[in-house]
C-alpha cells in the first residue's frame, strides 16, 4: 500500500525587474511606502500588522500582511511570519502596523513582539532593519530611528 500526503507548494510571483524594485535607505522612505500601499479605509478602524520583504540590496520584493485585528491590537504568530520571509528567500525585514487611534508611541507589547521576531530572525541570518508605526495621517514612528531596536 502506498502512502499518500498533501502536496506542498511555494510559490512567488513577480514580475517587475530587480532594477526597478523600490528601494528602502531611510525610515522615512519605508513609511512613505508603507502608507501610500495601506488601505485608508480602515487605517483608523482595526489594527493590522505587515511585513516589507527585501532582497539583499533593500529592494522590495513585496509587503505581506501578517494580521488584522480589532480595534486596539492584533496577534502576529511569528511562526506564519517566516514562513512567508523563508518562502520568499527574503533577507532583511520592516516590521510595521498601524495605531488607528493616532498614538506614536509604541506599547509594551510592540516592543515585546519586535524583541521577539529580532531573536528569531538571527536564527536564518535575517536582519529586522526596522519597525514602523503608523497612523492615520500619515505620521509614523521608527523604532531604528529611536534607537530602541
Known amino acids: 500500500m502506498k502512502t499518500k500526503v498533501n502536496e506542498i507548494a511555494i510559490s512567488y510571483s513577480g514580475n517587475i525587474k530587480t532594477n526597478l524594485l523600490p528601494k528602502i535607505n531611510s525610515s522615512s522612505c519605508a513609511a512613505a511606502l508603507a502608507f501610500e500601499q495601506w488601505n485608508k479605509n480602515n487605517i483608523e478602524l482595526q489594527e493590522t500588522f505587515k511585513i516589507i520583504l527585501l532582497n539583499n540590496a533593500n529592494r522590495v520584493k513585496g509587503i505581506y500582511e501578517v494580521s488584522n485585528g480589532g480595534i486596539t491590537g492584533t496577534l502576529v504568530d511569528v511562526r506564519?511570519?517566516?514562513a512567508v520571509v523563508l518562502k520568499s528567500l527574503t533577507t532583511a525585514i520592516i516590521l510595521l502596523h498601524n495605531h488607528p487611534s493616532g498614538t506614536l508611541r509604541p506599547s509594551e507589547a510592540d516592543k515585546s513582539l519586535t524583541r521577539k521576531i529580532k531573536n528569531a530572525a538571527t536564527f536564518f541570518d535575517v536582519k529586522v532593519l526596522d519597525h514602523i508605526i503608523l497612523i492615520p495621517d500619515g505620521n509614523y514612528?521608527?523604532?531604528?530611528?529611536?534607537g530602541i531596536l
Not at 141 to 146: L, N, P, V
Open 141 to 146: 514612528y521608527s523604532f531604528a530611528d529611536e
Open 80 to 82: 506564519i511570519l517566516f
